[in-house]
């Protein structure tokens, strides 16, 4: 399979909608090049997945864009400005949940959502009322029950339900998530990707998602990039991605309670075969493609020159 080079990643988002507009960026460490030339952009209200293996330069892209390292070289800008110079009013408008956070084990939840948001009531606009009230911010993430607790006394489940809290009490444009979801019970998880839904659809949030659950990605993102070896290798929704990839469709259905299963390239004659020949005999009838797992590993694994 030839991978198509996705240097031009994101420019189709016209420029007045690009919350992130990364062009060229490339940093290096020493003699190592940890970003080689990665380009992209994200629109208002998009969910984008940065999807790759450890070492690819996902953190460090991120980090980048947060304003917490400074680029070696390339354009970056975040919200209309160069994250390695903006000010606290641009800062204001980023959201981050990172991946753990374990200070204020001594703060009850209400006290310190309270604490934390009143920094961002400055930074209030009538388009973008800031900070979330309290009280409504604990109900959209579940811990309404826990808002006495203090922090050390929260489950595990919990303790990431108020990380996810702090990161969007400000109520941000643009919401860093780096593996949201991790120790959630598949009801939270379920939760969860309702509030991005919600953040999305209503607050017009930008949502930039690292994550290692693929079935997550899936659900979540309207674009995936996959990032390898410091490189975009790959940019488009989960669909558009599985069709770059070649491989068989599952063609699965039952007949007279027997359960079968056919691979094909095509599986549209096929399908036409089996409806004229047993018609309205087949039931339960699903074709799969390739799932975003089978197309990251597969993108990934000949980026990086592996036997096939």
């Known amino acids: 399979m030839t991978l198509t080079p996705a240097l031009e990643a994101g420019t189709e988002v016209p420029p007045a909608e690009r919350v992130i507009d990364v062009r060229d960026l490339r940093m290096r460490y020493g003699a190592k090049d940890v970003l080689q030339g990665v380009t992209f952009a994200a629109r208002r209200g998009q969910v984008l997945a940065l999807?790759?293996?450890?070492?690819?330069?996902?953190?460090?892209?991120?980090?980048?864009?947060?304003?917490?390292?400074?680029?070696?070289?390339?354009?970056?800008?975040?919200?209309?400005?160069?994250?390695?110079?903006?000010?606290?009013?641009?800062?204001?408008?980023?959201?981050?949940?990172?991946?753990?956070?374990?200070?204020?084990?001594?703060w009850r939840v209400r006290e310190l959502l309270g604490h934390l948001g009143a920094y961002y009531g400055r930074y209030s606009t009538e388009a973008r009322v800031?900070?979330?009230?309290?009280?409504?911010?604990?109900?959209?993430?579940?811990?309404?029950?826990?808002?006495?607790?203090?922090?050390?006394?929260?489950?595990?489940?919990?303790?990431?339900?108020?990380?996810?809290a702090i990161g969007i009490v400000g109520r941000p444009d643009l919401l860093f998530l780096d593996e949201p979801t991790v120790g959630f019970d598949p009801e939270a998880r379920r939760d969860f990707h309702d509030l991005v839904h919600r953040l999305t659809d209503v607050d017009d949030t930008t949502i930039l998602l690292t994550t290692h659950d693929l079935d997550e990605a899936e659900k979540l993102a309207d674009r995936i990039l996959i990032l390898s070896g410091g490189r975009i290798i790959a940019d488009g929704s989960a669909d558009e991605l599985s069709r770059r990839v070649a491989g068989e469709s599952e063609i699965r259905w039952t007949r007279d309670g027997q359960r079968f299963v056919h691979s094909a390239a095509d599986p549209v004659p096929h399908l036409r075969e089996l409806l004229q020949q047993y018609g309205d005999d087949i039931a339960d009838l699903e074709v799969r493609r390739n799932s975003l797992e089978d197309t990251y590993m597969r993108l990934v694994h000949d980026f990086e020159g592996g036997p096939k």
């Open 51 to 106: 999807l790759g293996p450890n070492g690819a330069g996902k953190t460090t892209t991120i980090e980048i864009l947060e304003g917490f390292r400074v680029r070696s070289s390339g354009e970056v800008t975040v919200l209309g400005a160069d994250p390695a110079s903006a000010g606290e009013a641009w800062r204001a408008r980023i959201g981050v949940v990172l991946q753990s956070w374990r200070d204020h084990g001594k």
């Open 130 to 164: 800031r900070p979330w009230p309290v009280d409504d911010l604990l109900d959209v993430v579940g811990l309404t029950a826990s808002a006495d607790k203090r922090v050390l006394r929260l489950s595990g489940g919990q303790r990431r339900r108020l990380d996810v």
